[in-house]
């Protein structure tokens, strides 16, 4: 049945859950408005819509009602309109498991390393408005954010180092899910979207799209999502941090 009440995605432009909800919402065939919060006040604005505690985006407001989370609004979604199954009947369950496990340590992974690549290459934050080098004082500008960043998601060179390092496991599990039919098949699945949505952030960084060659994480990216091209070309980390591709 077609939702009738307006639809409203609030979001964070560069928000990999964000982009998975409106593919979700895509697929399902809903119109709905993407309304971006303002960086840097966004907490609480989202607080105010969604309910204490909601801090974060995406929150989708359907009609009167609120939804906040990525995993919440895929499951209230397929409740909505069951067309076009994000949880198919025989899988349902298994799909469930491994989208938790995208909106987890996989998605932080989508924030994390960007970041923690951009401090390597300040100059490269102009990407996000299309611009591939930063003048010296938009570098400064940059370099400063980029630092409030670190430590906003608790970044150190040891976390980033660690994450690098766990990174093929990770393209493991998303070939083991593929493999047991929960992804990568000829329909998306609640967690093509979750896990394709950050494996598209990652194809962006130089230094580790050579990990999703040829696997089911980078197929579930391209075919979901228009890939972003490269935001920080390969050799922003230094090179001892990276596992061998
Ligand atoms: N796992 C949650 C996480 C959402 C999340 O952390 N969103 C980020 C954007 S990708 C955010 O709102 N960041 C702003 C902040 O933490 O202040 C979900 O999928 O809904």
């Not at 989508?110 to 390597?120: D, E, M, N, Q, S």
């Not at 660690?162 to 967690?191: Q, S």
């Not at 050799?235 to 591709?245: I, K, M």
Request: charged share 25%; hydrophobic share 40%.
């Amino acid at each position: 049945m077609p939702i009738t009440e307006k639809v409203t995605l609030h979001a964070l432009p560069p928000s990999h859950p964000c982009a998975a909800v409106a593919a979700a919402l895509d697929l399902k065939g809903v119109e709905y408005e993407w309304v971006n919060l303002d960086y840097g006040t966004h907490n609480q604005q989202i607080e105010e819509l969604y309910g204490e505690g909601a801090k974060t985006v995406p929150g989708l407001s359907v009609g009167d009602e609120r939804i906040h989370g990525s995993t919440a609004i895929f499951r209230r979604l397929e409740e909505l309109v069951p067309e076009n199954p994000l949880y198919p009947e025989g899988i349902a369950d298994r799909v469930r498991e491994a989208e938790l496990w995208g909106d987890g340590a996989f998605q932080d992974l989508g924030r994390r390393l960007p970041w923690g690549a951009l401090y390597f290459r300040p100059e490269r934050l102009g990407r996000l408005n299309g611009v591939d080098e930063l003048d010296p004082a938009g570098t400064d500008f940059a370099m400063k954010f980029i630092r409030a960043t670190w430590k906003y998601h608790s970044l150190s060179s040891v976390r980033i180092a660690e994450d690098l390092k766990g990174l093929p496991a990770m393209v493991e599990e998303i070939e083991g899910f593929a493999a047991d039919g929960l992804i990568d098949g000829d329909a998306p699945t609640a967690a093509d979207l979750q896990i394709g949505a950050t494996v598209r952030v990652l194809l962006s960084l130089g230094d580790v799209a050579p990990l999703f060659e040829g696997t089911a994480a980078a197929r579930i990216a391209e075919r979901n999502f228009e890939l972003y091209g490269e935001f920080v070309p390969a050799g922003a980390f230094p090179a001892s941090w990276l596992p061998a591709s």
